[in-house]
């Protein structure tokens, strides 16, 4: 089975812009949550969406905002770029609540530099 | 004082050594505790979970002390291979996971 999967790997922006990161959960995972890991920290969680709602939001601003689709797809946006944004970000995906689990599986990232 | 504290290390160990990481956590709430293993510029990979009775899986052992608010991991017979960032991890909710800043752990030949 794959795992999650997340695109685009690597991005490059500049400063005040905009950017979308998508990313798709294990086939028959319902939550999607994104975390933020900047260089030589831990994943800082940003959000978890579950059967489409938001669950939890993390201490980040509102210019990050995300959204889970009907298949259980998710984005998460990012407005108005600062240098510090600039970081993995990591989707990771879980098994529905009545699973004997709660791990949390993690896609490969994608990097973003802002400029 | 942070939520989930690791010695950030980088313990230097020769083939074949025992190693030991420790982890403290700062809620007392926390539901599921977890060891996760990343590699350089990868994503972070479940290692395993971590039990109050304390568990095994082959040369890496993990203990739970809620009382004391400490996990641990323990690796035997360290290979070369073990070479990596091991993250301590708390999920103090359904759905959040708060992780340490990761111990590094280098594994010489």
């Known amino acids: 089975d794959a795992g999650v999967t997340q695109s685009p790997t690597h ?6 812009q905009q950017v979308t990161l998508r990313c798709s959960p294990i086939s028959g995972h319902k939550s999607v949550s994104w975390y933020q890991q900047v260089l030589g920290q831990g994943p800082q969680f940003i959000f978890q969406y579950y059967e489409k709602e938001e669950r939890g939001r993390g201490n980040f601003p509102d210019r990050f905002s995300a959204r889970q689709f009907p298949n259980y797809s998710s984005e998460l946006n990012v407005n108005a770029l600062l240098l510090g944004d600039s970081a993995l ?3 990771a995906s879980s098994p529905p609540q009545n699973s004997d ?6 896609g490969p990232g994608t990097r973003l530099t802002v400029l | 004082r942070k939520e989930v504290e690791q010695d950030p290390g980088p313990f230097n160990v020769p083939e074949g050594a025992t190693v030991a990481f420790n982890c403290t956590y700062s809620n007392s709430a926390s539901q599921s505790f977890f060891w996760y293993r990343q590699d350089c510029r990868k994503e972070p990979k479940l290692l395993m979970s971590v039990y109050s009775s304390g568990n095994e899986d082959g040369r890496f052992t993990a203990q739970l002390n809620r009382a004391s608010q400490y996990i641990s991991l323990l690796i035997r017979d360290s290979k070369l291979s073990d070479s990596a960032t091991y993250l301590c991890v708390v999920n103090d909710s359904s759905y959040k996971l708060i992780f340490g800043s990761g111990t590094r752990l280098l594994v010489r030949p």
């Open chain 1, 101 to 106: 689990t709660d791990t949390q599986y993690f």
């Open chain 1, 89 to 91: 970000y990591l989707c």
């Open chain 1, 11 to 16: 991005l490059i922006k500049t400063r005040g």
